[in-house]
């Protein structure tokens, strides 16, 4: 670079001497920065500094000029310099959308000679700053009298002012140059967002409205600025509008729409259209009601069981699922409130995409039932509960979800509305199948046994499905007492609030049994197994005998998941043994019946004899706890008979093993 600027500038002080000679040179600032460097054409070194030093004997004058220190910034060297001017490699011409073009900075001493001293650049310019320009580099180091980057259009349209600068010796050098960058064409259309991407039906309330972005970007990939957009819905159905039409493009490309919802639910994409013709469309806007309703509460729980009676901490995590009325998830931020009758929960979520977690953990109080309530297994092996109590275990916990929401309807004339109970489907009847905390919905089972009218939700800590005088409940009207359920459709759906519904909000709610289970097995008072035999197990040679027993945790609920059963005859004779269920246990709020297979041997002199052995290995949550269950067996006297000549023996029918 050095040495063909070198050439460059000797062969233009040649030029300028040819012109002197002939008499055509004119007195200018060429003139002056040259003065007196008549040797330059005997001089062919390619040191700049020798080239015009004040060594030359040719001229000694030229001693008291300073050829090497910075003076000025500009374009060319010597007698071409053009001081403050950035040179651009496109010329005056206009750059294309996305082009690129060197820009040249020259860096000459007074006499308009290069210099070689280090030197640094800035480059910027308006729309590098906007960021619809690149520079291929904004600060070049030059030790040449040389510094150069490149500018490539990525937006920028119309003029942009490019300037150079340097620091040098407390002075402040600047060049600049205008590049033109040509109007870029519609490239595409892209649809970038919907905010929000769910909006309420018109007179619902909560957000009505949601602004839709599009970006057009030019042939190059860069957004285009000043695109004239047009808009149109998919559909208009209840009176769906767009506020606006047309717009243009911002400078990031960006152009938006407002949709403002109507009065029926739909789904709508929203086109956007430039005036070339290239289109696209939004993603589907919902515009529905945004409001969770009774029959699409979901709650469920990580653990429905955890080992947790004798050990605090023990977390399930609680999951509330939410939707409208017309199942589309719930929007964003709505908020659910938490409750249990046992252990701990975290108060409240808000949902993310139509549900949200709280944690629920094993602490006190553990729900317990008084001995006079308390569950007994009955002969069928299965637990009974005194007093016609609908449950009557302890460790057994009821969760509860609220929000604020409608009640369900069946809209059997599909217009989206609810039109009163001879139109659609509501059922509302004040007899017991309304009387749970969350009765089945029409929708689920049908008007004649199904239930859509909510009473105030309850904590149903007995597990009756009836609200009892002291069951927490949410006073949703606030007057300090439960009500029971008014009889008519409450939702914003209502169509005529003249009659038969009415706009308002009640609690929608969603429960789930957590079992607090135990790794303890239950025993009867003997401290038997239910079913288990108190006496030994006759069996007479070559038969078997199945033995059913109660297999629960210390409250009658099922034993933890991971319970193992095994069986052991080694302090038996003469017998084999099974069990029944043989895998482990899986996760259960129920207790479950277990099976003891018994097998005398063949040879009737050979009595079975000694103990079986059930070993039921439980986790507790504090390691495992291993309870053995033994059954005694022996075998009945045979008797001798004679069949013709044959001597054959038989099993006594008596179980007396003596
Ligand atoms: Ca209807
Ligand atoms: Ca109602
Ligand atoms: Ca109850
Ligand atoms: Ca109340």
Sequence with gaps: MQTKTTFKLIGTALLSLVLTACGGGKGSALDNTLNGASSVSSTSSSSLSSAFGGDSSANSSASSIDTTSLSNIGFGSGGTFQPGKIGVGIGSGTLSPGGVTALTVNLVSITGTLVTQPVTVV?????????????GATTVESSSGEATTTYTANGCVGDDLITATVSYDEKVLTAQTTINVEQDTVGSVRFSDASPPQINLKGTGGTETSVVRFQVFGSTGAPIENIDVEFALSTTTGGLVLV????????????????????????????????????????????STG???????????????????????????????????FN?????????????????????????????????????????????????????LKVHCPNSLAECRSGR?????????????????????YNGPLVDGFASSTTSKCYPNIPLSTAKIGAINGCDDLGEAYLDKNFNKQRDDDEEFVDFNVDGSFNSGDGIYNGVLCNNEESECNKASVSVRGDATLVMSSGYVYRDSSGLLPGQPSTEVSIGAGNSKSINMFLGDINGNGLPMGTTITVKTDTASNVTASVSPSFALGMSQEPTVMTLFLKAGDDVTK????????????????????????????????????????QVTAPATTSNCD
């Design 123 to 135: 480059f910027n310019s308006k729309c590098f700053a906007a960021q619809k320009a690149l520079l």
């Design 328 to 380: 589309n998830l719930v929007p964003d931020g709505t908020a659910v409130s938490f409750t249990t009758s046992g252990g701990a929960i975290e108060s409240s979520c808000i949902t993310k995409d139509g549900s949200c977690s709280v944690k629920w953990k094993s602490q006190e109080p553990r729900p317990t039932i008084p001995d006079f309530d308390e569950f007994f297994v009955g002969p069928d």
């Design 397 to 417: 916990v009821k969760i509860l979800a609220t929000s604020i929401g409608n009640e369900s309807f069946v809209d059997k004339n599909a217009n989206g509305l």
């Design 607 to 646: 009595k079975p004899s000694g103990s079986v052995i059930v070993e039921i290995k439980a986790p507790t949550g504090l390691g495992n706890v291993t309870t053995a269950l033994s059954v005694s067996v022996c075998g009945p006297d045979t008797l001798e008979v004679r069949d013709g000549n044959n």
């Design 291 to 325: 409001i969770p309703d009774q029959n699409s509460m979901s709650l469920s729980l990580s653990d429905l069981a955890p080992i947790s009676w004798n050990v605090d901490g023990v977390e399930s995590v609680a999951t509330i699922r939410m939707a409208d009325a």
């Design 244 to 287: 606006n039409t047309t717009g243009k493009t911002n400078s990031a490309g960006y152009v938006s729409t407002t949709v403002q919802a109507g009065t029926v639910a739909t789904s709508v994409r929203i086109t956007a259209k430039t005036a070339t013709g290239l289109s696209t469309q939004s993603n589907v806007l919902v515009v």
